[in-house]
C-alpha cells in the first residue's frame, strides 16, 4: 500500500505523460469495444444458420408463354420435368427466393382487426413440395397436404394453412411457443391456421429486423413469370444446373434469369457485412499494435528520465524484484485509471452512437472484457522496459551528475 | 537559416532512425486509415448533379390507400416515390409545355432478350432497361460518347429507338460508333440514337434504393413506346399496389393504382418552386375530390439530397467507418506524441549545451519545429501511398460499391497531406515545449 500512495504521488509529478497514457487506453478501449461489439454482431449475422439445404440449392426466374387462365397447370409441367431429372432431388415453386433481397411481407396478429397487428414477417407461399426442396426441419405439427394447397392470383386468399418458423412463435407465445400450433393468425387481416412450426425458415433480406421471423403459407402464385427452387442430390449441383437450363431452353424464346446457386445468394447478400467485418478487423488489430506500442514507448520514457531514482532505489536496498513490482504496478496503475476512463467514454459515444447508427447497448460484459485486455496489453507491451529498470545497477548513483 | 535547420533536423532523424521511422509510420497508418474512409465516404455522399441542387426534384403524389399509409418511417408518414400510370400521364401532359418546367421525365423499367441485329439468336441476353423521356438525358447532364438523345417526336410517337451505355456498346459492336445500327429486343428492332460516355453517377438517385449501388440498367428507350407495344416485365418491374390486380394483363395493370413510374422534373429556377408546388396541390385536391387519393397527407416535392436522405441510399456503415478511423488518428498522434517526448528527452544533453552557447528557445523551438515537419511531410506522403493501397484493398472488400467511389482525386490528397502535417504539429507543440524548458546548466554537468 505504500508503494502505491507513491506511485501515485509520481504519477501526479508527470502530469503530461500519466495522461498521454490515460487518454491513449480510453480512447483505445472505446474504440477496442464498440468495433468489436459491431465485429461480432454482423459475424454472428453472417454465421447464422440457413436451416435449409444451402449447397444443393439452386434458383432462377423464367417466363412460362401461354394463355393466362392455364399457367399454373404450365408451371406444374415444367418443375415436374425438373423433378423428374436424375440429378435433381426435389424442386418447387416460391413466390421469393431466401436471400435474394427481393421478397414480401406481412403483417400478423392473433387477434383481427389492423389495429392488433403485432409486427411485419416474410412471407413465402410455397408449394406441397416446398418442405422438401428446401430442406427446413419442422419442429412441431405437419407440413401441408397436396389439398391444402391453394392459388394466389393477387386476391389475398383467406384461412389458408400456413407454418410459421420458431421465431415467429416465439414473438407470438413468448411463455411456450408450442402454443402458436393450430391457432388462428391473422396474415394481412386473412384468418390463416398455424399447423406447423419449423425451426428455421430463412427470409429474403438478411439486414431486416424481422428477417427470423417468417410464414409460409400453402399457397402458389399465379405469375407468367415464376420463381423457380431446385435442389439437387448431394454434390451434384452444377451438373443439375446444367441440366435444367438445357432442358427448359429447348422452349422456344425462353429466357432464364436470376440462375443462383442459394450459396451465391446468401453470399451475395452479405457483402456489405462480410466488408465492414474485414475493415473492422484490419482497424482493431492496427490499434492494438499501434496503441501497444504507444504505452510500451511511454513507460520506457518513464523509466529511462528516472533511471538515477531506480539506481538510488537499488543502492538504499530495494532488490530487484521490489522494482519489478513498483513498476508493474504502476503501469497496472495507470492502465486502470485508462480502462476506467475508456469504460466511461465507451458508454458515452455508445449512446451517441445508437442515436446516429441504430446501433444498440454494448453490454457491460464487453466493457469488463476489453478493460481487462487493456491491462493485460499494457502489461505485456512494458514487460521489456520494466525488466530492464530491474537490472539498473545501484552504482549508477555513484557515476557523475 | 531554414536549410540549417533542415540539415540539423535531417541529421537527428538519422541519428534516431528507428524512433524517427516509427513515427512516420505511425503517422502514415493513421492517415491512411482516416483518408481511405474518408474519401469513400466523401465520395458517396457527393451530389450527383450540385449545380442542379434545388431544381431537380422527384414528385410523390399521395395516391395511396385509406386503409394504412404507404410507408412510415420515424413516426412520419411518406407518400409514394412512385405513381400510377395515370398520373404520371396527367402530370407530363399538363406542362408539355410550360414556362415553369425545363425537363420532366417519367422512369419505367422494362426486360427483355437483347442482341445485336448481326448476332445469332443463340447470343441474346436478357438485359434490364429504363424507359424514360427525351429530357431525362439532358436533366441528369448525361454524357454522350456518340450521337445524341433520341428526338422529342420519337417519345411522342413511342419511336423504337434506344440510347445504350459504352459498356453494352463495347459488348455488342467492339466499342465502335454505333449511331443508327439496330438491335433486336425480343421481336422488335430498335435504332441506336446514342451512346453515353461511362455515365456512372454515384449512388443512382434516380431510380430505386436497392439498384442504387448496383450495376447501371445499359439500355434506355422511350416511355412511350413501352405503352405502345405492351412491353411490361413483372418480375423485373418494382410496383406496389393498393390492391393487386388479379388479371395480369399490362392493360389492367395502366388502369390499376399499382405505383411504379418515377416521375422528375427540372424547374427553370429554384424559386419556381412554389409555382409548381401550387399546381401540385391542385392536382391533389382534384384527385382527392374525385375519390382517387384517400390519404389526408399531401403531395409533395423532394430534390435528389432529400430523396437520397429519406430512401436510405447512402450506407450508414462507412459514416461509421470514418468515426472509427479518425479515432484512430488520434490515438496514433498522442502515440507520436508520447514517443516525441521521448525522443526530445534523449536530447536534452544537445539541447542544453545549443542554449549554453547562446540558442535561444526561439532557437530550439525552430529546430525541433523543423524536425517534427520533416517528419509529418514524410509521413503523410507514406500514408497518401498507404492510402492508395487501402483503396486498392478496398476495392476487392467492397464489392458491392462501384470502383469509382474508391479513387483519390489532388483535392483529397492534398488534403491528406494537410491533415499530416497540421495534426502532427498541433501534437507535437507540447513536446517541443518541453524541450525549450531545458536549462543549460542542468545538462552540461552530464556531457
Known sequence: MKSFSLIIKSLFKRKTTTLLLILQIAITLTILINATFILIQKQGKIDKPSGVDTHNIFSFTTNIQGPDNDVLNRIEQNVQAIRDLDTVYNASQFNAVPYSEIGAHVSYGLVEGSDNSMGSAGYYLSSYHGADTLGITLIAGEWFKPTDITIYDNTDPTGVKVVISKALATALFPDDWRQALGKTLYVDGSPDTIVGIADIIPGTWPSWRNFDKHIMAASTLKSAEPNIIVRAHDGVRDKAMEEVSKLLLQTPNRWIDKFKTLQAHRTKSHTNDTAIVHILYCVISLLIIVTALGIFAQVRFGIVTRHKQIGTQRALGASKSHILQYYMLETSTLATLGAIFGGLLTIVTNIYLIEEFKLIVVPMSYIAFGACTMILLSQIATLHPILQASRVSPAIVTRGG | ?447
Request: aromatic share 12%; charged share 15%; proline share 4%.
Open chain 2, 1 to 447: 537559416m531554414f536549410q540549417y535547420y533542415l540539415k540539423l533536423a535531417w541529421t537527428s532523424i538519422r541519428k534516431t532512425s528507428v524512433l524517427s521511422l516509427l513515427m512516420v509510420l505511425i503517422i502514415a497508418v493513421g492517415i491512411a486509415a482516416s483518408m481511405v474512409t474518408y474519401t469513400i465516404n466523401y465520395m458517396m455522399t457527393q451530389h450527383p448533379i450540385p449545380n442542379k441542387h434545388n431544381t431537380v426534384q422527384l414528385i410523390h403524389l399521395s395516391s395511396w390507400g385509406s386503409e394504412q399509409p404507404y410507408r412510415e418511417l420515424d413516426g412520419k408518414e411518406d407518400a409514394p416515390s412512385m405513381m400510377t400510370y395515370q398520373d404520371a400521364k396527367n402530370l407530363f401532359s399538363a406542362h408539355k409545355t410550360s414556362p415553369l418546367i425545363k425537363y420532366q421525365s417519367i422512369i419505367g423499367t422494362y426486360r427483355d432478350q437483347i442482341r445485336a441485329i448481326h448476332q445469332p439468336i443463340t447470343d441474346a441476353r436478357l438485359r434490364s432497361m429504363l424507359t424514360v423521356n427525351h429530357d431525362f438525358f439532358p436533366m441528369f447532364d448525361v454524357p454522350f460518347l456518340f450521337g445524341t438523345a433520341w428526338s422529342k417526336q420519337a417519345d411522342e410517337k413511342g419511336e423504337l429507338v434506344a440510347v445504350i451505355s459504352s459498356e453494352l456498346n463495347e459488348q455488342l459492336f467492339n466499342s465502335e460508333n454505333s449511331v443508327g445500327k439496330q438491335i433486336m429486343m425480343g421481336n422488335l428492332i430498335l435504332t441506336i440514337s446514342g451512346v453515353t460516355d461511362n455515365w456512372l453517377p454515384t449512388p443512382k438517385f434516380y431510380y430505386v434504393r436497392t439498384e442504387s449501388f448496383v450495376n447501371p440498367r445499359n439500355i434506355m428507350i422511350p416511355f412511350k413506346s413501352q405503352i405502345q407495344h405492351g412491353l411490361f416485365a413483372k418480375s423485373d418491374t418494382r410496383y406496389y399496389c393498393v390492391n393487386y390486380p388479379t388479371d395480369q394483363s399490362f392493360s389492367t395493370f395502366l388502369a390499376s393504382n399499382c405505383v411504379w413510374l418515377h416521375f422528375w422534373i427540372e424547374l427553370n429556377s429554384a424559386t419556381d418552386l412554389p409555382q409548381y408546388n401550387n399546381f401540385l396541390n391542385n392536382y391533389d385536391a382534384q384527385q382527392k375530390q374525385a375519390g382517387r387519393f384517400e390519404r389526408d397527407l399531401a403531395s409533395y416535392t423532394l430534390n435528389i439530397e432529400d430523396y437520397l436522405t429519406r430512401e436510405r441510399m447512402i450506407p450508414e456503415d462507412t459514416k461509421l467507418a470514418v468515426w472509427l478511423a479518425f479515432s484512430f488518428l488520434v490515438v496514433c498522434l498522442l502515440n507520436c506524441m508520447s514517443l516525441m517526448l521521448n525522443k526530445f528527452y534523449n536530447k536534452r544533453a544537445e539541447v542544453g549545451l545549443r542554449r549554453a552557447v547562446g540558442a535561444s528557445r526561439q532557437n530550439i523551438a525552430y529546430q525541433f519545429g523543423c524536425e517534427t515537419l520533416l517528419i509529418s511531410i514524410i509521413g503523410g506522403f507514406i500514408g497518401l501511398l498507404l492510402t492508395k493501397l487501402g483503396l486498392l484493398a478496398a476495392q476487392n472488400v467492397l464489392t458491392f460499391l462501384p470502383q469509382q467511389v474508391m479513387e483519390m482525386n489532388l483535392p483529397l490528397a492534398i488534403m491528406a497531406l494537410i491533415l499530416a502535417i497540421v495534426s502532427c504539429s498541433i501534437f507535437s507543440l507540447w513536446p517541443i515545449y518541453k524541450a525549450t524548458k531545458v536549462q543549460p546548466s542542468s545538462q552540461l554537468k552530464s556531457m
